[in-house]
């Protein structure tokens, strides 16, 4: 069942306990000090060993062609795989988001971050890569400036930081920040420390600053600064002139009445997953673990909620949000899992650990989200394939409502859904499973479209698609100097 509760007000607050700490940091670029070094404890669990009856199926559905061979890969017709960068030796932990700017690609890693070239998509090069451990490393760009979300209690907040218990009285974990203006030496110039740390943040430029929205969960007696009621968001606030002087501007809880408690199918809400901004239109959407939520950021140091939903019975843990590009629909992902599961099978059926597609109605503060359906890959993978709907971003097609999308092993999908109640996938790109007899994790983390072509941060590397297809022709024509996914542009005025 979806259920909507709508218009409910956001009340203020600061969080005087936590402070900014600024400074002109050590920059660690391509060779890092012996005292920064990748960070086993970030890293995911370990692989899981299946049954005897699981591992016999999963050999039998390669050896029946169901499903690709370890590491094979296959693709729709309409689908190039133009290019793959491996991993690089010196960041050893995952591959999380990407971000991009000009002619570079910042592709972020639990270990770090790495600066890619792709001025010819066909044979990206590496700029330089910042050895700086803490997860997620959820990272975007502005400017000349870099952000980083550190999700991982770290004993101080530089770049040559050690995990730690996040009962110690030193633990750090928030925001860096970082100056890009000459990519091949990335700066560390500030860091902001946030309660509950941030396990993802999303920019919401203003003309001075940028304010970043800060979404961090985890409610554990391990946890002491994510109890309830951590049920908001950091908002940190970044003089774009004087980086150095970035701080929190102010906790903002979303969900006085303590959010969704959870239940056997759904997880309780105590803040946010990812939110995704829509500027010109004033609005972001927040996929809240067990609440999806539509916001106004008129004033983007004071977002307030205007409308509420939730699916108790189909969506385990609102993952992340995308807005069409006429900010009338919102498609909001389930991470069933929690990213390490193998739920794209028979088994699990084609309405979990999907997409749900909502319609906009209505006008200021009277506007709701109206379910539509469910959007999963159709393509079944290996019970040995970590695989669920993950992050993706528009391809802006005139005309139509067409997204990318990572789903783990299950690979990258291309689907549209200009008609609301029947989406359904245009191409596909995905390697066969990491392993046949283990669940091991793996595959795209993030896949979007900038500038004619498909990036996915795969845990392989990266991964350059082209997709030839006559309902993305005119996305060709879209070139742009910036891309967040999660501060959304405006493809067409």
């Not at 988001?97 to 010819?120: E, H, K, L, M, T």
């Not at 980086?243 to 102010?250: I, K, N, V």
């Not at 509420?308 to 993952?319: G, K, L, N, T």
């Not at 200021?364 to 890959?377: A, M, P, W």
Request: hydrophobic letters at 35%; one cysteine or more.
């Amino acid at each position: 069942m979806v259920t909507s509760l709508h218009r409910n007000p956001v009340r203020r607050g600061r969080l005087g306990a936590v402070a900014a700490v600024a400074g002109l940091l050590a920059t660690i670029c391509m060779t890092a000090p012996a005292a920064a070094t990748p960070d086993p404890g970030d890293a995911p669990a370990s692989p899981q060993e299946l049954s005897p009856q699981e591992q016999g199926a999963a050999e039998a559905a390669i050896r029946s062609g169901d499903i690709p061979g370890v590491d094979e890969i296959v693709h729709s017709d309409n689908i190039t795989h133009v290019a793959n960068v491996p991993s690089t030796e010196g960041l050893a932990g995952t591959n999380s988001d990407i971000a991009f700017q000009g002619r570079y690609a910042f592709a972020g890693n639990y270990d770090g971050f790495v600066v890619y070239d792709i001025a010819r998509p066909a044979s990206p090069r590496i700029v330089s890569q910042v050895l700086c451990p803490g997860s997620q490393n959820d990272i975007s760009v502005d400017g000349d400036l870099l952000f980083l979300s550190v999700d991982s209690s770290r004993n101080d907040d530089s770049c040559a930081s050690t995990s730690q218990p996040p009962t110690e009285e030193s633990s750090w974990e928030g925001v860096r920040v970082f100056d890009i203006s000459d990519v091949r030496n990335p700066e560390y110039v500030a860091a902001v420390e946030t309660a509950c740390g941030s396990h993802t943040h999303t920019l919401v430029p203003d003309r001075r600053s940028v304010y970043v929205y800060v979404s961090s969960y985890a409610p554990s007696e391990m946890f002491p600064d994510c109890q309830p009621p951590h049920d908001g968001i950091s908002i940190v606030e970044v003089p774009r002139r004087a980086p150095e002087r970035a701080e929190l501007s102010s906790f903002d809880p979303l969900f006085p009445d303590g959010g969704f408690p959870g239940d056997d199918n759904s997880s309780a809400t105590s803040g946010c997953h990812d939110i995704t901004a829509y500027p010109r239109l004033r609005l972001a959407a927040g996929a809240c673990m067990g609440d999806g939520v539509l916001m106004d950021i008129s004033r983007p140091d004071r977002p307030r909620i205007i409308d509420r939903v939730r699916d108790e019975e189909h969506f385990a843990f609102w993952h992340s949000a995308t807005f069409s590009q006429d900010g009338r629909k919102v498609v909001f992902a389930d991470e069933l899992g929690g990213g390490g599961g193998a739920t794209c099978n028979a088994e699990t059926g084609d309405e979990f650990g999907a997409n749900g597609i909502y319609h906009i109605t209505g006008r200021g503060d009277g506007r709701e989200l109206s379910f539509q359906s469910y959007f999963k890959i159709p393509r079944h993978q290996a019970d040995t394939e970590n695989c669920v709907a993950h992050n993706g971003s528009l391809i802006p097609a005139r005309g139509r409502d067409i997204m990318v999308q990572a789903w783990y092993q299950g690979g990258v999908s291309v689907w549209e859904f200009t008609d609301s109640e029947n989406p359904r996938e245009i191409g596909y790109f995905e390697r066969g499973p990491l392993t046949s007899d283990v669940l091991a994790f793996g595959g795209a983390w993030s896949s979007y479209y900038y500038n004619g072509y498909i990036y996915s941060n795969d845990q392989k590397g990266l991964d350059v698609l082209r997709i030839d297809d006559r309902r993305t022709d005119s996305a060709r024509r879209v070139h742009l100097d910036e891309l967040n996914a999660q501060t959304q542009p405006s493809y067409y005025r």
